[in-house]
């Protein structure tokens, strides 16, 4: 099985929004400091039944950002990508055509990660149904999602995540007959947020959205600075932490500058005892 990293472009955010506090976009707001610009990766996943892509990354109307209504959208966040970054050229540069793809699963639906929807429109989306519900109609834009982008076509199949242990996770699923790709609960940056874990011979490849910013943040299990439910997200770092000592672990966070060269180097998180 071969994952690729799919850098669509790049994003700063506030560093309040990277370790928060306790109030949230209120620190946001106020913070007057930038981070430096980070990737935000999409997974492409080649696998025998068909490739799996984890979230679709950034896309160029995010560019318009600036003309939002939304005040988080419009002031605190900044995006780059060119056209060419897009998920769909660079999946067709690795020779990966759009109907390659058997399924597209989203950790969530915030912009960065579901504006590259547009490349698969005759592909299978999967979703968290209550991440799904939060993220559409007028209460979803007001909440700062864009499901005014959405492509016109966009019917995810909505799933709910069964009681149903895997390692560390209390929710989860497997995504492939062989069992060998399975969408977990990792509740915090969002209620309903998932991350996908790929079973790579002894290793699991982790593909973590936005659980953390970085690996570092995991491994302190400090919460970021929008997740509702501080001890939600420090129990969901716990989780994965726990899951890493428990069998070699790559992490892989969407927005870690790091992610690409951990998975190209078969870097773990927690070292083998
Ligand atoms: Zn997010």
Redesign the pocket.
């Known amino acids: 099985m071969r994952i690729h990293a799919i850098q669509t472009g790049t994003v700063k955010i506030k560093t309040a929004q990277v370790a928060g506090r306790s109030r949230g976009f209120i620190d946001i707001f106020r913070d007057p400091n930038w981070t430096d610009w980070v990737p935000t990766f999409a997974w492409a996943i080649e696998h025998p039944e068909g490739v799996i892509v984890v979230d679709s990354g950034q896309g160029t109307y995010l560019l318009e950002h600036g003309r939002s209504l939304h005040p988080y959208v419009r002031w605190e966040v900044g995006f780059q990508i060119e056209p060419e970054q897009e998920i769909g050229p660079q999946l067709r540069a690795l020779g990966i055509g759009a109907r390659d793809v058997k399924k597209v699963v989203l950790t ?1 639906l ?1 912009m ?2 579901d504006a590259g929807l547009a490349h698969f429109p005759d592909t299978e989306v999967i979703v968290t149904a209550g991440e799904y519900a939060r993220a559409r109609g007028l209460l979803g834009q007001i909440r700062g999602y864009l499901p005014q982008r959405w492509p016109k076509w966009f019917d995810p199949t909505p799933i709910q995540l069964p009681k149903e242990n895997f390692g560390s996770f209390d929710r989860s699923l497997r995504l492939t007959k062989a069992g060998d790709v399975v969408a977990v609960a990792t509740p915090g ?2 209620p309903d947020h998932m991350s996908v874990i790929v079973l790579d011979g002894d290793t699991a490849i982790f593909l973590a959205g ?1 659980t953390s910013y970085n690996q570092a943040l995991m491994l302190s299990a400090t919460p970021d600075g929008v997740g509702s439910d501080r001890e939600l997200s420090i129990a969901t770092l716990n989780a994965i932490k726990t899951f890493a000592q428990s069998r070699p672990t790559i992490y892989l966070p969407t927005h870690d500058p790091q992610s690409a060269e951990r998975l190209a180097n078969r870097q773990l998180a927690v070292a083998a005892s």
């Open positions: 969530h915030h960065d990660h940056h969002t936005d």
